[in-house]
C-alpha cells in the first residue's frame, strides 16, 4: 500500500532494483536522472500513470510515498508506462531499502534471500558455456552450497538472449 497525503493506493508491480538497472535496461526518464535515480536508499522511481495516481500535474519529484504505513520513499524519477518488458513495473525502489524494510541489516547477505533475478550486460561475443562451467565452478567451491544440486545456473533462450535460474544475461 502506498499513501500521499489522503490518498491510499495499492500498487501493484512494485519492484525493489539495484541503481545500475537503468544501465541495463533501456526505460524512458521523463523526469530524473537514471544514473542518480536509485543510488540512495529510500529512493523511488516511478511510472507516468503512478505519478499521476498521486500526484496529478504535480511535479512529483522530490515528492515522499509512504510504504506499508512505515517507510518513507522519496520520488526522484519518472519514467513512461512500461508495456514491453518482461516484467510488470509501476514503481521501482532503491534494492538498498531491504534490509531496512526487512528489519535485517544482513538480509542482501543471507543466501535463503537471494531470490532476486541478477542481470548482466554481455559483449556480443561472449562463451556462455564456459561462463556457465565458471558460475557452477564457483558455487561448488562455497562449503554451505557443496551438497546443493547443480542447478544454480540453468541457460535457456528467452527474453533478449539468455536467461538464468540465477540471473539473466542479455546482449548489449
Known amino acids: 500500500?502506498?499513501?500521499?497525503?489522503?490518498?491510499?493506493?495499492?500498487v501493484n508491480d512494485f519492484l525493489f532494483a539495484d541503481s545500475s538497472v537503468?544501465?541495463?535496461?533501456?526505460?524512458?526518464f521523463i523526469l530524473g536522472n537514471p544514473k542518480t535515480a536509485l543510488t540512495d536508499s529510500f529512493?523511488?522511481?516511478?511510472?507516468?500513470?503512478?505519478?499521476?495516481?498521486?500526484?496529478?500535474?504535480?511535479?512529483?519529484?522530490?515528492k515522499m510515498l509512504r510504504y506499508n504505513d512505515q517507510y518513507n520513499f522519496r520520488v526522484t524519477g519518472v519514467i513512461k508506462d512500461v508495456n514491453h518488458f518482461h516484467l510488470?513495473?509501476?514503481?521501482l525502489?532503491?534494492?538498498?531499502?531491504?534490509p531496512i524494510v526487512y528489519n535485517n541489516k544482513d538480509f542482501l547477505k543471507v543466501r535463503g534471500n537471494w531470490n532476486y533475478p541478477t542481470y548482466f550486460l554481455i559483449p556480443g561475443k561472449f562463451d556462455i558455456k564456459a561462463f556457465d562451467r565458471k558460475i557452477n565452478s564457483y558455487y561448488k567451491t562455497q562449503d554451505d552450497w557443496k551438497n546443493d544440486e547443480p542447478q544454480?545456473?540453468?541457460?535457456?533462450?528467452?527474453?533478449?538472449?539468455?536467461?538464468?535460474?540465477?540471473?539473466?544475461?542479455?546482449?548489449?
Open 1 to 10: 500500500m502506498i499513501k500521499y497525503n489522503d490518498k491510499r493506493i495499492r
Open 22 to 28: 537503468f544501465d541495463i535496461f533501456s526505460f524512458s
Open 43 to 62: 529512493t523511488i522511481v516511478i511510472t507516468e500513470s503512478t505519478a499521476q495516481l498521486f500526484f496529478g500535474n504535480e511535479n512529483p519529484i522530490g
Open 88 to 91: 510488470s513495473v509501476n514503481a
Open 93 to 98: 525502489a532503491s534494492f538498498t531499502s531491504l
Open 152 to 172: 544454480f545456473h540453468q541457460v535457456s533462450i528467452d527474453c533478449y538472449s539468455y536467461c538464468l535460474a540465477c540471473g539473466v544475461v542479455f546482449h548489449g
